[in-house]
T-cell receptor, first 110, second 115 residues
Framework: DAKTTQPNSMESNEEEPVHLPCNHSTISGTDYIHWYRQLPSQGPEYVIHGLTSNVNNRMASLAIAEDRKSSTLILHRATLRDAAVYYCILVTSGTYKYIFGTGTRLKVLA | GAGVSQTPSNKVTEKGKYVELRCDPISGHTALYWYRQSLGQGPEFLIYFQGTGAADDSGLPNDRFFAVRPEGSVSTLKIQRTERGDSAVYLC?????????????FGPGTRLTVL
């Protein structure tokens, strides 16, 4: 399974954009990039996923590098409720198994 | 609508005892997954059900761990002869279908403490 590398922690000020990076240099052509986040004392929740093109939804945007070896999750205006651990996961097409790393712990400062 | 629920939310047991952890998936979801999360780590895959059958149990650490889903809905994770190293949060997730584009919905987890 292809692996991802994320910074252990990041900080952001409230109401400012946040860019959470993820490196996945061994990604294969059939790997989807998924992002989940885990708020304190909760299970992970889906944020966004993509394959090749950039993606937007109500929660965030996903920017995927042209060579697909890295991606960035963008929170447009961080709120205190966005403080969580963010996981970048590669999921091979046709499979279901999520291999979580240790993620990035995002701290949002008021 | 109702999300994935797990019971109990907390379970404290003694070394050597047997425990059962229950997961109620979202109604209509055919795929169900169990994960285990140790402190400071990401969730670790244990087992995947498609319907009633365990399609992939490659993540179960040893034969003390077993899971069932007899009617294709509720699932129970069973741990025999618990050890202190089994202490973790056990997470259940479900999805409408399995696959790389299908979101998994996670429950809040059961925190298991083995004394």
């Amino acid at each position: 399974d292809a692996k991802t590398t994320q910074p252990n922690s990041m900080e952001s000020n409230e109401e400012e954009p946040v860019h959470l990076p993820c490196n996945h240099s061994t990604i294969s052509g059939t790997d989807y990039i998924h992002w989940y986040r885990q708020l304190p004392s909760q299970g992970p929740e889906y944020v966004i996923h993509g394959l090749t093109s950039n993606v937007n939804n109500r929660m965030a945007s996903l920017a995927i590098a042209e060579d697909r070896k890295s991606s960035t999750l963008i929170l447009h205006r961080a709120t205190l409720r966005d403080a969580a651990v963010y996981y970048c996961i590669l999921v091979t097409s046709g499979t279901y198994k999520y291999i979580f790393g240790t993620g990035t712990r995002l701290k949002v400062l008021a | 609508g109702a999300g994935v629920s797990q019971t109990p939310s907390n379970k404290v047991t003694e070394k050597g005892k047997y425990v059962e952890l229950r997961c109620d998936p979202i109604s209509g979801h055919t795929a169900l997954y169990w994960y285990r999360q140790s402190l400071g780590q990401g969730p670790e895959f244990l087992i995947y059900f498609q319907g009633t059958g365990a399609a992939d149990d490659s993540g179960l650490p040893n034969d003390r761990f077993f899971a069932v889903r007899p009617e294709g809905s509720v699932s129970t994770l069973k741990i025999q002869r618990t050890e202190r190293g089994d202490s973790a949060v056990y997470l259940c997730a479900s999805s409408f279908f399995s696959g790389s584009t299908h979101e998994q919905f996670f429950g809040p987890g059961t925190r298991l403490t083995v004394l």
